[in-house]
């Protein structure tokens, strides 16, 4: 199995564009979790689905910030419009309903200039 | 309320000597503990977990925790420290009861002294 796997890497971009982060979780697992970690407030839950439904969005700071499944292999994190404070590295994880650890994968690192 | 406290964030020890991370957490029902490792610009890695069952849960890379109830502690061990033992480690509390949100501490850095 690839594990978690996230794309892009590395995303640098202006303020006020737009940009999207990708999440492809393992095959078979039922939850898939965003989160967010800055040197500031360490690591953060913004938002988690289960079967493609998104459960708690409680933790997306505003407005700006939107998360989609269309579909159990994929799920996106998008900001509209990006700030600076938007920056820091962006991880998606996923698990099986019958608990255990998680999987995350190896994050992408969003600077907003 | 649930939390995860993890006393301290920065630790320095010598290769060869022991570790010890410390974590203590407060949930009104029996979670399920891990303990993450994250090495610089890498993702989170899965050390352990405790899930109700040994309380003396070893994990990979020759670290293991001890699961105290009376204590309410999870504490992180490994006898000798490696160079590549250094990294950000995270303490991790999974609620039960359907409420699937985790809690992460604040993190632990493990520096190793050659």
């Known amino acids: 199995d690839a594990g978690v796997i996230q794309s892009p890497r590395h995303e640098v971009t202006e303020m006020g564009q737009e940009v999207t982060l990708r999440c492809k979780p393992i095959?078979?697992?039922?939850?898939l979790f965003w989160y967010r970690q800055t040197m500031m407030r360490g690591l953060e839950l913004l938002i988690y689905?289960?079967?493609?439904?998104?459960?708690?969005d409680s933790g997306m700071p505003e407005d700006r910030f939107s998360a989609k499944m269309p579909n159990a292999s994929f799920s996106t994190l998008k900001i509209q419009p990006s700030e600076p404070r938007d920056s820091a590295v962006y991880f998606c994880a996923s698990s099986l309903l019958a608990g255990g650890g998680y999987t995350f994968g190896s994050g992408t690192r969003l600077t907003v200039v | 309320a649930q939390s995860v406290t993890q006393l301290d964030s920065h630790v320095s020890v010598s290769e060869g000597t022991p570790v010890l991370l410390r974590c203590n957490y407060s949930?009104?029902?029996?979670?399920?503990l891990f303990w993450y490792v994250q090495h610089p610009n890498k993702g989170l890695q899965l050390l352990l977990k405790?899930?109700?069952?040994?309380?003396l849960v070893k994990g990979i890379n020759g670290f293991e925790a001890e699961f105290k109830k009376s204590e309410t502690s999870f504490h992180l061990t490994k006898p000798s420290a490696h160079m590549s033992d250094a990294a950000e480690y995270f303490c991790?509390?999974?609620?039960?009861?359907?409420?699937?949100?985790?809690?992460f501490g604040k993190g632990t850095r493990l520096h190793i002294l050659p």
């Open positions: 095959s078979g697992h039922d939850y």
């Open positions: 991790v509390v999974r609620l039960p009861m359907g409420d699937d949100k985790i809690i």
């Open positions: 689905f289960n079967n493609n439904v998104p459960i708690d």
């Open positions: 949930s009104s029902y029996s979670p399920s």
């Open positions: 405790y899930t109700s069952a040994a309380t």
